[in-house]
């Protein structure tokens, strides 16, 4: 056993019920099958789903690293609308951010119901200790799926150790969602009309036809939403918005909505942004949204102006998880307590930082200096520096997770941990890994890695 894993092990941090599934697996050499692959085959034709590949292995964590994960969903929420509100000028905040300056405006002026906030916060542990990489938001997001093929993990880990699937469970990441948007929701509907419709915009009607059947199933089975359904268009124009801004679609009202296809300048968000600004619609992909997904945040977090609004308790917990930010066209910055220029710090120690794309997405836009050669970094250090849309971040490593591989071999994989979560509540986890001895720098499922369903103790 590598040394790095024999520490990990010491540091209890993955429950003792993932030791004993490990320790038999690993005698029985059972080879690891893919779940997501009848998904796969039936959604061929939408890429979000070509590339995913979904174990059996359950990841079983323990109350510690839960309590770890759900002081982060706790956390974010009041440090970022923080981070967000000290701007005075939407200017100001457009220009630190790369996003359209009114949004801010709106922000401070029609604050956004945060039940309705879906998120997922990236994370590396390193030597235990949770490391915040990025925060997605919105109905993009991936990985939440996992509750289509949650039950099929455990019970193939039951096929191993009999009686496993009895002592652990993943939580429902959909249950979690829609249950917090039933706050918002039931400002919008009545005991005499309890019907929820969700309208959804996706430009493959036929695909998303068949996952809107996988998605109501689950969606259901929270008591409360028995009377949900979706409106699926692939046309903007056929959604209406009244005077008071009562918004429908086809003729039907619609109380939720979902714009997973849409690009930043579809006609339909500013409409249904005014509609969720007057308490007439959950506008889970509204801009206000969005914002806490921009990665220049996490330099933002970091500037003197913010920290001075935080609680202390805040900003401590900011320096302990959020590496080291800053936007990466600064000219001079401060690290570890000395004055240095940002493009000689980057050039010197290469193999501490990563250069992110403010809007990047699916691991694009990123460079990982340890990960690049070094014509390819200082290239990298020319472009970004020179350009608002950058930061600079310090590098944190992942500690690996042993698993088996296509042999059935027990090797290390590197992890990145996606933690859901709705306002301050967590509501479940995945991993996405490459095999550690493959190397690289990205891990991203459109990239190649591997999935893992994370459960907790009973």
Not at 194 to 218: C, G, H, K, W
Not at 254 to 264: C, E, N
Not at 318 to 324: D, L, N
Not at 367 to 393: H, M, T, Y
């Amino acid at each position: 056993m590598k040394k790095e894993r024999s520490q990990m092990f010491q540091n209890d941090f993955f429950s003792a019920i993932y030791h004993d599934f490990l320790a038999v697996d690993a005698q029985k050499k059972r080879i690891d099958a893919d779940v997501f692959k009848p998904y796969r085959e039936m959604f061929s034709d939408n890429e979000n789903f070509n590339s995913r590949s979904v174990r059996t292995y359950p990841m079983v964590i323990n109350k510690a690293q839960l309590a770890a994960i759900e002081e982060a969903c706790m956390m974010i929420p009041g440090i970022w609308d923080i981070a967000i509100r000290s701007f005075d000028s939407p200017v100001a905040f457009g220009d630190y951010t790369q996003s359209p300056g009114k949004f801010h405006t709106a922000y401070l002026q029609y604050p956004a119901d945060l039940d309705a906030l879906m998120m997922r916060h990236d994370f590396f542990f390193e030597q235990g200790q949770a490391k915040l990489l990025e925060i997605n938001v919105g109905s993009r997001i991936g990985g939440w799926d996992h509750d289509m093929v949650a039950q099929e993990v455990a019970q193939h880990a039951d096929d191993v150790l009999p009686g496993i699937k009895d002592k652990i469970y993943s939580r429902s990441i959909i249950t979690a969602f829609f249950i917090s948007m039933l706050k918002p929701l039931a400002k919008l509907t009545t005991p005499q009309s309890p019907q929820i419709n969700m309208m959804m915009y996706t430009m493959d009607v036929e695909s998303a036809a068949r996952f809107r059947e996988l998605l109501l199933e689950l969606i259901r089975q929270v008591p409360q939403l028995s009377q949900f359904d979706i409106i699926l268009t692939k046309d903007v124009k056929e959604m209406a918005m009244d005077e008071q801004g009562n918004v429908s679609c086809r003729g039907e009202p619609v109380h939720l909505v979902m714009l997973p296809d849409a690009t930043p300048s579809n006609p339909a968000i500013e409409p249904l942004m005014r509609a969720r600004a007057m308490g007439k619609v959950v506008f889970v992909d509204d801009p206000m949204y969005l914002m806490f997904g921009n990665k220049a945040i996490l330099a933002l977090v970091h500037e003197p102006h913010v920290q001075q609004k935080l609680s202390k308790e805040q900003a401590e917990w900011v320096r302990a998880h959020v590496p080291w930010t800053v936007k990466a066209n600064v000219p001079t910055v401060n690290y570890e307590g000395t004055d240095v220029e940002l493009k000689t710090l980057l050039r010197q120690h290469q193999d501490d930082f990563v250069l992110k794309l403010v809007n990047g997405f699916s691991g694009d836009g990123v460079f990982v200096g340890r990960f690049c050669d070094k014509q390819q970094w200082l290239e990298a250090i020319e472009e970004c520096c020179s350009e608002p849309n950058w930061i600079a971040q310090k590098y944190s490593g992942s500690d690996p997770i042993p698993a088996p591989d296509e042999q059935g071999e027990t090797v290390d994989y590197t992890p990145v941990w996606g933690t859901f979560a709705t306002n301050e509540t967590y509501g479940g986890a995945q991993i996405r890994a490459f095999k550690t001895a493959k190397g690289g720098g990205v891990i991203n499922s459109s990239k190649g890695a591997v999935e893992f369903v994370v459960f907790e103790e009973r």
